[in-house]
DNA sequence: TTGTAGGCGTTATCAT
DNA sequence: ATGATAACGCCTACAA
């Protein structure tokens, strides 16, 4: 199954191989009659340049894998899609390598890169690498001035670019949008329940301080949804009037009624409002109404290719940088 | 960014080039102690070999690509999933390339294909690659003998394996669930309604013809979704008691609610069964019950996969297969 | 057990 | 405008 070789050209025309692989990448210095010769030849013989040994000859492949956990959320499917086109449109392949949150998928797809896979990457580890228990798998990348950027999350420690929302501005957005819906429709907030997941990574930590700093400011007292007990929360509510409501945030709607389920009667039965991320389904909920930020997943691919681009087309390292997305906006539902 | 190359480490070494290449890769004939040798300083000096200098010296990169429309349908997302990992067992890598049913960038991953940027893959065309309009993108790979299977759909008059659901055996299964589950319930089945899409690809097609035979033989009127008007449906209902009931079946269920509404009062106001494929949420939906065939994805990729895995192995071209997966079962909600 | 040398298919740097 | 020739880094008969 060997294919046609830029020398079967050559010999074919009675020309020298340079010459031939000359015309076909339309080097100017070709007369026009030559390189038409050798591409109508080219094309009847069916000539695909051979790519691995491009890829040698040039040291690079014109190939960025963007390494993910899977496709189970919108984090992980639109931003790869919007990539995937903008790539295209600059004539590079990006390619998808899901790693499952597999720590052994994971290192041995850096270890890839690392070995001239691609020219660039984009990571989105899972928990397990951000873990940082073991050996950190993004070290043969570092050692080899390999030229990646986190994408949504990163791992902590490591010199990278990081492309993220801008979690806490949108924690604080569905703080406000929250307030001011409760009190526009007569149920003013006397309680917030935060059930984000600070400890689980950046994003949860993120959102949690946005969403307390915003309720903060209006003066609505914030609960973890753990310790959400009789006390404190009772204390709140006696001080707020009979119509009173209350708020909780997490990045899933999931998370959301499983907290309201798990709160302590008193506060259960009380009408709530709920703050969510990306997506809002609302079919076994009894929510007064929902706030949805709606992350700019264009804007987030844009950013962490250009960025990429950039220090591959200029050789130079990437900078450290942290740049935060602005959602798009708080979607009610 | 130049690494370390295995002329370095021989040279370090005072071994020949040749000989450190052997003791790395676990060649028998290196005795266990310059092995030892190699291996240590290769690992202090952090040699990572050149995939692409081996790539073309060995004809191969141990990849497989995954081509595959998106993300939005369970098909696309988990045979990737059960695919990857049963690469990743057997070293190698699979990569995923999304092409958004996009003929342009379908068109440019294939060609990327044939160029040597993977030793096989796996083709999901989307829908506009398979109306056979314009230039069959698949045709460097024939021409130059790549190894590809199809998975799911494929492109009709090319000659490769096949790997399906055995979508035909699954639309029978949902019309025998359907038809004794409404027997059970005391509302028989006076008509069945069928909102596949055949001419939109052979799963459908498939679907809608097992579908249909399952009902003729337990001698319930099929009507398609369009067709479904007063006269033919009304008699069909006439003839039947008052409790009579309706099943509508279609691969999505956003599918089967619009044909629903879509009906005749007469027909859309009678109890109604729904069958569909691979996920039912239910959530506004009016229905007697659901019928939900489930299609084995692990079987799928693995089929795939292994057919595949075969051909690079043996380099014998791949059988002009169809395998038929049959399905995990069919559940009810 | 180790060394030698040619090849994988292109690109790029020289000359001519 | 074209030709010769050396990289690119690794693999693998074949020789020693």
Do not use: C
């Not at 902590?156 to 949108?170: E, H, I, L, M, Y």
């Not at 209006?218 to 119509?243: H, I």
């Amino acid at each position: 199954v060997r294919g046609v070789r830029l020398s079967d050209l050559a010999e074919e025309l009675g020309l020298d191989i340079s010459t031939v692989s000359r015309a076909l990448r339309g080097d100017p210095r070709v007369k026009p009659e030559t390189r038409e010769r050798v591409a109508s030849r080219a094309e009847s013989l069916g000539y695909m340049p051979n790519l691995r040994a491009r890829a040698l000859a040039e040291g690079r492949s014109r190939t960025v894998w963007l390494v993910l956990p899977g496709f189970e959320d919108p984090v992980e499917r639109l931003p790869a899609s919007f990539a995937g086109r903008w790539f295209f449109e600059r004539d590079y392949d990006l390619l998808l390598a899901p790693h499952h949150d597999d720590p052994r998928i994971y290192a041995r797809i850096l270890g890839r890169l690392a070995s001239g896979g691609a020219d660039g990457a984009i990571l989105m580890p899972g928990p397990s690498a951000r873990r940082g228990d073991g050996i950190l798998a993004e070290r043969p990348l570092i050692e080899s001035g390999f030229p990646f950027a986190y994408l949504d999350r990163s791992v902590p420690g490591v010199a990278a670019p990081v492309v993220t929302t801008d979690n806490a501005a949108a924690g604080a957005a569905l703080a406000a949008a929250a307030f001011e819906a409760a009190a526009a429709r007569g149920s003013p907030l006397a309680l917030a329940i935060d059930a984000f997941d600070p400890g689980r990574n950046p994003v949860e930590a993120a959102r949690s301080e946005g969403w307390r700093a915003g309720m903060a400011e209006r003066r609505v007292p914030v609960l973890a949804s753990a310790g959400a007990s009789g006390d404190s929360a009772g204390a709140a509510l006696a001080s707020a009037g009979p119509g009173a409501a209350i708020a909780i945030a997490a990045s899933a709607e999931a998370t959301i009624v499983g907290a309201r389920l798990a709160l302590p009667s008193a506060l259960s039965s009380k009408p709530a409002f709920a703050a969510a991320f990306d997506e809002w389904d609302g079919k076994d909920s009894a929510f007064k109404g929902a706030f949805i930020a709606i992350q700019d997943f264009e804007a987030m691919a844009n950013a962490v290719a250009s960025l990429l681009a950039e220090g591959l087309a200029s050789g130079a390292p990437l900078p450290e940088a942290r740049i935060l997305v602005p959602i798009l906006g708080v979607r009610s539902a």
